[in-house]
């Protein structure tokens, strides 16, 4: 999938090509939080990638601009402030190219220990991308902040490094869908997800909800996480008559997913896919308004503000301003993300009783539940899985030009009712 868009940087930013660099702020490298010194660093490194190509830069484009957005407010600002040394500190982003490949992210992330000895670390989007970070991070006693992989693998009682910062844990995604199918009375239900832990943890929490009140799935398989060519998949998920068909993917599969549903043949009353909450002007420009049409997702900020915040801007005052710092750039929920996860990192720091990676993960566990920010309530379990932001039921709907994402469940979050069955045409 071709994405069409240019990376805008900020004031400060050098990139160059190929595994490529980019570095915003000026000045002598700060050292490692592990170390101990007398004097505060003269700066705070932060480290992440991004993919610029390749299945996932659709998403990690925009999360990566989020953490350059808070970079910049905090620089603006005078630095961020750090506790343990009372003072606020400038900012250096250090951010590395990693084109979609997990092992290519495996090395850079080392890099970003090893060599740039990095303060803060923030992986690049998503769960396979992440995947390569967290046992890499533990081995080197690096805290990671997670702004996006929601996968359960990687939150253990043995690993203090790593913090669920931005998005909720995907094993807790689906509670909403599986209230809104049983409110709705809809019992035949096909699911299929990919074989990989951020898709799986969503099937197994609608199969164990669904069956909690006596819904037995009728479709129930797993297929590749690079699966494209969803034919012969869809025509075996007609042959079960389902009221509703569920599919849980990643952008790059539920893009050709809703597309071939209107050339196989059938038709469903009900549709759920993953990402166009998260990514509506990708899929209004890949699937368009007559395949996305009165299917289902989950919807997420901005589509879901949050106006009454404790750390940062509300969700209005980031898209505002994000629009201004990168007026071409669609304000997303990556991009919230992103920020979201830079405010949590900031929090650290200006809670920690030592500038060392375990205390900033103490200072920020111990403000579980007492933080809002535009993405949500942070609030994580004890492994520091993030369970605090809540992902409603949307439908989209046709709109003037293009399509619109509703919420239609909870009742008590509603902006509109369903369409159920969708309508024909």
């Known amino acids: 999938m071709k994405v069409h868009r240019r990376l805008l940087g900020l004031a400060g930013v050098c990139a160059a090509t190929g595994g490529a660099v980019a570095v915003l702020a000026t000045g002598a490298q700060a050292g490692h939080t592990r170390a101990s010194a007398a004097a505060a660093p003269k700066q705070i490194v932060v480290g992440t990638l991004y993919a610029s190509s390749g299945a996932y830069a659709a998403d990690s484009l925009p999360q990566y601009d989020g953490v350059k957005f808070w970079v910049n407010q905090m620089n603006k600002s005078g630095g961020v402030y750090v506790a343990a040394y009372h003072k606020k500190i400038h900012v250096?982003?250090?951010?590395?190219?990693?084109?979609?490949?997990?092992?290519?992210?495996?090395?850079?992330?080392?890099?970003?220990?090893t060599q740039n000895h990095v303060n803060i670390m923030i992986p690049d989007f998503g769960s396979v991308l992440t995947a390569p970070a967290v046992s890499i991070a533990q081995d080197h006693h690096q805290l990671l902040f997670d702004a996006t992989?929601?996968?359960?693998?990687?939150?253990?009682?043995?690993?203090?490094?790593?913090?669920?910062?931005?998005?909720?844990?995907?094993?807790?995604?689906?509670?909403?869908?599986?209230?809104?199918?049983?409110?709705?009375?809809?019992?035949?239900?096909?699911?299929?997800?990919?074989?990989?832990?951020?898709?799986?943890?969503?099937?197994?929490?609608?199969?164990?909800?669904?069956?909690?009140?006596?819904?037995r799935p009728v479709y129930y398989q797993s297929t590749a996480t690079t699966t494209t060519t969803y034919g012969t998949l869809i025509d075996s998920i007609a042959a079960t008559n389902p009221q509703a068909v569920i599919e849980f993917g990643y952008n790059t599969n539920d893009v050709p997913f809703l597309n071939t549903i209107p050339t196989s043949g059938h038709r469903f009353n009900m549709v759920f896919t993953v990402f166009p909450g998260q990514l509506p002007q990708l899929f209004q420009q890949e699937v368009g308004t007559k395949n996305l049409g009165y299917t289902y997702t989950y919807a997420t900020p901005p589509l879901v503000p949050y106006s009454k915040v404790n750390l940062g801007l509300n969700t209005a005052q980031f898209s505002r301003a994000f629009k201004h710092s990168f007026p071409s750039v669609p304000v997303t929920?990556?991009?919230?993300?992103?920020?979201?996860?830079?405010?949590?990192?900031?929090?650290?720091?200006?809670?920690?009783?030592?500038?060392?990676?375990?205390?900033?993960?103490?200072?920020?566990?111990?403000?579980?539940?007492?933080?809002t920010t535009a993405i949500g309530q942070f609030k994580i379990t004890k492994d520091g899985a993030q369970e605090g932001e809540f992902l409603p039921v949307g439908q989209v709907f046709p709109s003037h030009g293009g399509t619109t994402i509703k919420v239609v469940y909870p009742t008590s979050m509603a902006t509109t009712k369903a369409k159920y069955p969708a309508p024909k045409g």
């Open 92 to 113: 250096k982003l250090v951010a590395y190219n990693d084109q979609s490949s997990p092992t290519t992210a495996a090395t850079l992330y080392s890099q970003l220990i």
């Open 149 to 215: 992989a929601s996968g359960t693998v990687f939150f253990t009682p043995n690993n203090p490094y790593i913090v669920g910062s931005g998005i909720r844990n995907s094993a807790f995604w689906p509670q909403p869908l599986v209230q809104f199918l049983v409110a709705k009375h809809i019992k035949k239900i096909a699911i299929l997800y990919d074989a990989n832990d951020f898709d799986a943890a969503q099937a197994a929490t609608l199969d164990h909800g669904l069956k909690a009140h006596g819904i």
């Open 333 to 371: 929920y990556p991009a919230m993300a992103g920020y979201g996860t830079a405010l949590i990192a900031q929090e650290a720091l200006a809670k920690a009783s030592s500038f060392t990676q375990l205390a900033m993960r103490r200072a920020i566990g111990n403000e579980s539940g007492k933080l």
